[in-house]
C-alpha cells in the first residue's frame, strides 16, 4: 500500500476534527444548574457518559464483553489488561473513551501511549489530542483543553494538568513525569509487527524494555493502568507473553464458539463474510481470530480434479519463472533453485492448472520446456496461448545476457518461434505474495491441479512445494510460478508490460 501524502494526512485528520465538531452540538440555553446535575448523572454512570461524549463512535450498543472490561478498569486504579480483541471490535476506542473518562473527571492525571515506533504512538495519540480540542461537549462541560505552547502531536498537556505523551519500543522513558506526578496511565497499542516477530530476539528486547524501563517509570505509591491492546500475530509475541503478567488477558475474536457474530449490532453475519472473503486464511485467523497460522498449514493438500478442454477456457497462458542457477537434477541432490514452465487455464471462476515442468535444470533445459509448453497448447487446440516469463527488475540483466540469446537459440534448433511477454511486476515477499493470491481460491475449491497429470514427476514435485509453503520454506518456486500466472489472469490489463518475438520463424501465427 502506497503511504499516504503529508497533505492527505493533513486533510483526513482536518476532516475529522470538523466531525468532531458537527457530532457534539450543545444545549445553549441549559442552565448551570441543569448542566452540573447532568454532568453528575452521566458520570455515574460511564456507558452514558461515553455515548454523550462520543456520538460519533458509539454508534452500536455495546457486549457484554465490553461492558464488563470498562467495569475492570474504572473500578480498579491498579489493574493490568491486555485485550485481544479482534479488529472491528473497538479496542482502541473504547480504551481511548475509558482514559479519557478517568482523565476528565481526575482520576488520572498522566498518560504514555506506546507502539512499535514513536510515529506509531503519536498516530494513536492525534485522535486523543484532537477530540480533546474540538469536541465541543468536553469543552462545554469540562472546559477548553487545548494548552497552547504545550499542544503538539505526540506530546500535549490540557490546561487542567491531564499530560499525554507517545512513545516508541525501546526509546528512553526519562522525562515522562507530569510535575511531580509518574505515569499513572501505561497503554501499549499495535507494540507487534509482523517483521519483528518473525526474529523472537526482537520480541525478547521488546518485552524486557516494556518489563525493565517502561513499567518501572511509574510510582510504587500511586495506582497504576495498564491497558494494552494487540490481536495475537504470532505464537510469540509482546502481546502473548504481556498476557501472562496481566490481571486479566481476554481474547474476544470476531465471531464465538458458536461462528456468531460477537458484536451482531455493528458487524453482521453478511458483514463479516463480505470483509473476509478477499483474505486469506492465515489472514483471517490472526487479525480477526488471534489465531496465528503454523509454518506449513497455508495449503493442506492440493485440489485434484478434472479439467475441461484448454480450448474452452475462457483464458489460458503459459508461465516460466527462471532461475540464475545452470545445475541440473543430475548434478545435485538437494540444493539449488527450481525452475518451472506452467500452464494454465480459466474458467467459470476456477483456475486449473494443467501441465507443468519443475525441476532443478539447466538453462538450456529450462528454455526446452517454455517452447515444449508451447507445443502443448497447439496440441490441445491453443494457437493464441501468451507466453510469459517472469522477469522483474532483479532479474532483467540475466534475462538480456542470458535467457533471451538461449531462447533465439534454442528457437533455432528446433525451427520454431516463440512470442515472450514479459512479466516484469516488481515482486515482493514470496510466501506473503503465494498466500494471498492463491489461498482464498484455493480454499474456495478453484484451483485445481489436472488429476490426469498427478503421476507427472513434474506435477508430483509441484504439490510437495504446495503444501510446503510457509514463510521459512526455500522450496516455493513452483507455486511463485503459478501464482504469477494466475495473477496476471487476474490482472490481465498490465500497465508494464513487454512483448519479445524470439526465436525462428515458423507456420505459428498470432
Not at 480504551?95 to 512499535?116: I, P
Not at 492525534?126 to 499542544?151: A, F, K, M, V
Not at 509518574?182 to 526482537?202: F, G, M, Q, S
Not at 484455493?442 to 513434474?458: A, M, Q, S, T, Y
Request: positive net charge; hydrophobic residues 30%.
Amino acid at each position: 500500500m502506497a503511504k499516504k501524502s503529508d497533505k492527505v494526512i493533513l486533510n483526513e485528520w482536518q476532516e475529522f476534527k470538523e466531525n468532531t465538531k458537527r457530532a457534539t452540538p450543545i444545549d445553549l440555553n441549559e442552565t448551570a444548574a441543569q448542566k452540573a446535575k447532568r454532568i453528575e448523572q452521566l458520570e455515574k454512570h460511564p456507558e452514558k457518559w461515553f455515548k454523550y461524549y462520543f456520538p460519533n463512535y458509539y454508534t452500536a450498543e455495546p457486549e457484554l464483553f465490553h461492558i464488563k472490561a470498562t467495569k475492570r478498569v474504572l473500578n480498579n486504579p491498579e489493574y493490568y489488561e491486555v485485550r485481544s480483541w479482534s479488529r472491528e471490535l473497538s479496542k482502541s476506542v473504547r480504551t481511548m473513551m475509558e482514559v479519557l473518562y478517568l482523565g476528565l473527571t481526575g482520576k488520572k492525571r498522566n498518560v504514555l501511549m506506546v507502539s512499535a515506533t514513536r510515529d506509531d504512538a503519536a498516530r494513536l495519540l492525534e485522535p486523543y489530542r484532537l477530540t480533546l480540542e474540538n469536541n465541543q461537549r468536553i469543552i462545554n462541560d469540562y472546559g477548553i483543553q487545548e494548552n497552547l505552547g504545550s499542544w503538539e502531536e505526540g506530546e500535549f498537556k490540557t490546561r487542567s494538568g491531564l499530560a499525554f505523551r507517545a512513545l516508541g519500543a525501546r526509546q528512553s522513558p526519562r522525562g515522562t513525569r507530569n510535575e511531580a506526578i509518574r505515569p499513572d496511565v501505561i497503554l501499549i497499542d499495535d507494540i507487534d509487527t509482523d517483521k519483528e516477530c518473525r526474529n523472537p530476539e526482537i520480541t525478547k528486547a521488546k518485552i524486557e524494555w516494556i518489563e525493565q524501563a517502561l513499567i518501572p517509570t511509574r510510582s510504587i505509591s500511586v495506582p497504576l493502568l495498564i491497558i494494552a491492546c494487540g490481536n495475537i500475530i504470532a505464537k510469540y509475541c509482546c502481546i502473548t507473553e504481556l498476557g501472562k503478567k496481566a490481571d486479566t488477558h481476554e481474547i474476544i475474536n470476531i465471531r464465538d464458539k458458536n461462528g456468531k457474530s460477537t458484536w451482531p449490532s455493528k458487524n453482521t453475519e453478511e458483514m463479516i463474510d463480505r470483509a473476509l472473503k478477499p483474505l486469506s486464511t492465515s489472514s483471517q485467523q490472526k487479525e480477526y481470530y488471534n489465531n496465528p497460522v503454523l509454518i506449513g498449514d497455508i495449503f493442506k493438500n492440493a485440489v485434484w480434479g478434472k479439467c475441461p478442454p484448454l480450448s474452452q477456457c475462457e483464458q489460458v497462458l503459459t508461465y516460466a519463472d527462471p532461475a540464475t542457477s545452470n545445475k541440473d537434477k543430475s548434478s545435485t541432490t538437494s540444493s539449488g533453485s527450481t525452475k518451472g514452465v506452467g500452464v494454465i487455464g480459466y474458467k467459470d471462476g476456477k483456475y486449473y492448472l494443467y501441465k507443468i515442468w519443475l525441476d532443478i535444470m539447466s538453462q538450456s533445459r529450462f528454455v526446452g520446456f517454455m517452447y515444449d509448453a508451447k507445443d502443448w497448447c497447439l496440441k490441445n487446440n491453443i494457437d493464441t496461448c501468451r507466453h510469459w516469463l517472469e522477469n522483474n527488475s532483479l532479474q532483467n540483466p540475466f534475462y538480456e545476457q542470458v535467457l533471451k540469446k538461449l531462447i533465439l537459440t534454442v528457437g533455432r534448433e528446433r525451427n520454431k518461434r516463440l512470442t515472450v511477454s514479459l512479466d516484469t511486476r516488481p515482486k515482493g515477499d514470496k510466501f506473503t505474495r503465494i498466500e494471498g493470491t492463491l489461498e482464498p481460491i484455493w480454499r474456495g475449491g478453484d484451483l485445481v491441479f489436472n488429476i490426469d497429470e498427478k503421476n507427472n514427476p513434474h506435477m508430483q514435485r509441484m504439490e510437495e512445494q504446495f503444501v510446503g509453503v510457509a514463510p521459512n520454506s526455500k522450496f516455493m518456486d513452483g507455486p511463485d510460478l503459478l501464482e504469477g500466472g494466475v495473477w496476471i489472469i487476474q490482472n490481465r490489463t498490465m500497465s508494464a508490460e513487454t512483448r519479445y518475438s524470439l526465436g525462428a520463424r515458423q507456420n505459428y501465427h498470432y
